[in-house]
């Protein structure tokens, strides 16, 4: 299986920072690359497929870098209604496989 | 808009079998190019893959869960379900399902999620 980790793991931030969300895989997944975003009670949410694909209506403060093994989730200027748990997920081969996720908390 | 919703018990024992079901509206599961996926979540723990089914009816299970699975289409229902046999309490968890799409590979419609405890 492919191994997926994501760094930080949690992160305090404030209504308008910049957040970086970095995820790494085990082996090279090319583009292969999905972010979420999961709300307490909620379905998990796509944002983002093959690494930098904004899926329609997701506002333009996300965007997806990255290819090969390293690959970066980025939320320009955080609004309140981001507070969430993020994760990546490869979908380059199965099993599919995710990150452990990242909390982004309320400083 | 397709729209997912899980339905199925939410306390099962120690050694059954966990049923779950999702109906599908708002699009066929037999046509298209989709997976029809399981995914679940235990508390405090991170989202996994428990395996899916193609509209043609080909299945793949997560080899971690040792075979105790099997996933299935009912076309006439636009339905498809999970079972997950020989149960533990390690199996208890909030169980999604999804649709992936086969070219883009992300899950881009999923069910409310329903919390499954296995507990005698």
């Known amino acids: 299986d492919i191994q997926m980790t994501q760094s930080p793991s949690s992160l305090s931030v404030s209504v308008g920072d910049r957040v970086t969300i970095t995820c790494r895989a085990s082996?090279?997944?090319?583009?292969?690359l999905n972010w979420y975003q999961h709300k307490p009670g909620k379905a998990p949410k796509l944002l983002i497929d093959?690494?930098?694909n904004l899926q329609s209506g997701v506002p333009s403060r996300f965007s997806g870098s990255g290819s090969g093994t390293d690959f970066t989730l980025t939320i320009s200027s955080l609004q309140p209604e981001d507070f969430a748990t993020y994760y990546c997920?490869?979908?380059?081969?199965?099993?599919?496989?995710f990150g452990q996720g990242t909390k982004v908390e309320i400083k | 808009q397709v729209q997912l919703q899980e339905s199925g018990p939410g306390l099962v024992k120690p050694s059954q079998t966990l049923s779950l079901t999702c109906s599908v509206s708002?699009?066929?599961?037999?046509?298209?190019?989709?997976?029809w996926t399981w995914f679940r979540q235990p508390a405090g723990k991170g989202l996994e893959w428990i395996g899916r089914?193609?509209?043609?009816?080909?299945?793949y299970y997560n080899p971690s869960l040792n075979s105790r699975v099997t996933i299935s289409l009912d076309t006439s229902k636009n339905q498809f379900s999970l079972n997950l046999y020989s149960v533990t309490a390690a199996d208890t968890a909030v169980y999604y399902c999804?649709?992936?799409?086969?070219?883009?590979?992300?899950?881009?419609?999923w069910g409310q999620g329903t919390l499954v405890t296995v507990s005698s």
């Open positions: 999804a649709r992936e799409d086969d070219y883009k590979g992300g899950a881009d419609f």
């Open positions: 708002g699009g066929s599961i037999s046509s298209g190019a989709y997976y």
């Open positions: 089914i193609y509209t043609s009816g080909s299945t």
């Open positions: 082996q090279t997944i090319n583009r292969y």
């Open positions: 093959a690494a930098s």
């Open positions: 997920q490869q979908s380059y081969s199965t099993p599919r496989t």
